[in-house]
């Protein structure tokens, strides 16, 4: 069953700031439902194109090679590596309907009420 703690996000926090500051990005970390470590991109030096909403856009972590390019696309990868950390599993099986994963990760560039801010 997939849950993450606070403690748990404290663990990760400091790999996930290092590739933050890595990529001159800014962002927030929270927990959704006690399952999903959530990463907010509030601002930083990647061009993310034209987001769909026009002022956030979720992240599918799923397809993130076939949606993005260049830096973006190296970004997002290495932020979802350090989202999971060294502990991280997904002992899921489709087949049988057996859902087992250590936490689920988001990332939301930009959020509903306050938008990303590209570089100029």
């Known amino acids: 069953m997939a ?3 606070q403690e748990e996000k ?3 926090a400091p790999g996930i700031k290092a590739v933050l500051k890595r990529y001159k990005m800014k962002g927030t ?3 959704n439902n006690y399952s ?3 990463c907010t991109l509030k ?3 990647i061009d993310f194109g034209k987001l769909t909403n026009d002022t956030y856009e979720d992240v599918n972590v799923y397809h993130i090679d076939r949606f993005y390019e260049g830096k ?3 970004f997002l990868n290495a932020l979802l590596l350090a989202m999971k950390g060294p502990d991280w599993f997904d002992k899921s099986d489709l ?13 939301t ?3 509903y009420k306050k938008p990303y801010l590209a570089p100029a």
């Open 72 to 74: 973006a696309k190296e």
């Open 36 to 38: 999903t470590l959530v």
């Open 10 to 12: 404290k663990k990760l």
């Open 43 to 45: 601002s930083g030096s």
């Open 3 to 5: 849950y993450i703690s």
């Open 95 to 107: 087949m049988t309907d057996y859902h087992n994963v250590a936490h689920y990760c988001d990332i």
């Open 29 to 31: 970390l929270s927990i």
């Open 109 to 111: 560039i930009g959020s």
